[in-house]
């Protein structure tokens, strides 16, 4: 499904250049549900933005879905990440001035689809999540868990056969946590979504199918 290739990526400033990945081989199979864990800074991030094409390694090729994304060009990189990709970030990346339903439909106001069919799955993607009956509030008004929650519906709203998770429980208290996670295991399992999830937490990373241990940008399990 995604497929790296000796990928290396380098941050430079003015002053420092920082090694972020060293030549990462990896591949996540269809159907999966695979977790990154390593230290602050090792570039779980990097590698996780990589795999989502919203940054470019600086060696290496990516594949998803046996289709090498090097050639792509932005906008059809743009494309291809609001058609197969959802995304969930630590800080949820939610609109404030946007009501929740509003939130979850943003994905698909770059298809077709019409606005009553929009609103359909955006309500759709709501109840899957359990939150039915904060459509109408605004993200300000909401917990943290529910922000996740809210943020996870707009990331799975397209149907995307891959989610990339960067610490989806990582602001949560464990309780809200495990529910995020059950709704996660839920994705993977039911709808056969390949989930790829950077946490900090053992307890997350054990009921996945994989671990993969970062170091200082190299993979080291
Ligand atoms: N835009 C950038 N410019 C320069 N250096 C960067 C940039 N983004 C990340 N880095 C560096 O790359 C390395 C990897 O960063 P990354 O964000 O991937 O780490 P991480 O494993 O996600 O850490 P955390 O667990 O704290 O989120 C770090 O040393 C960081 O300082
Ligand atoms: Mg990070």
């Known amino acids: ?53 919203l940054d470019a390694p600086s060696k290496g090729d990516v594949k998803i879905g046996n289709e090498s994304t090097t050639q792509l060009s932005d906008k059809q990189m743009a494309h291809f990440r609001n058609k197969k990709l959802g995304f969930i970030f630590q800080s949820y990346h939610l609109i404030n001035d946007l009501k929740v339903l509003d939130n979850v439909e943003l994905p698909l106001l770059y298809r077709t689809s019409s606005a009553r069919e929009r609103t359909q799955l955006a309500k759709a993607a709501l109840e899957k999540v359990g939150l039915s009956n904060r459509m109408k509030h605004f ?22 056969e891959i989610i990339l998770a960067d610490e989806p429980t990582g602001n949560l ?19 056969k979504t390949t989930i790829v999830m950077v946490t900090h937490d053992e307890n997350m990373a054990r009921k996945t199918h994989r671990l993969v241990r970062l170091f200082d940008g190299t993979q080291v399990s």
Do not use: H, W
């Open 139 to 160: 993200p300000t008004q909401l917990s943290g868990g529910q922000k996740q929650r809210v943020a996870i519906a707009r990331a799975i709203v397209g149907e995307p």
């Open 1 to 53: 499904m995604i497929q790296l290739q000796n990928i290396e990526k380098v941050y430079r400033t003015s002053t420092v250049e920082t090694l972020a990945l060293n030549n990462v081989n990896l591949t996540v199979e269809k159907g999966e549900f695979l977790s990154i864990m390593g230290p602050s800074g090792c570039g779980k991030s990097t590698l996780l933005n990589i795999m989502g094409l």
């Open 173 to 191: 208290d464990s309780a809200m946590g495990n529910e995020i996670m059950e709704i996660l295991l839920q994705l993977n399992n039911t709808e």
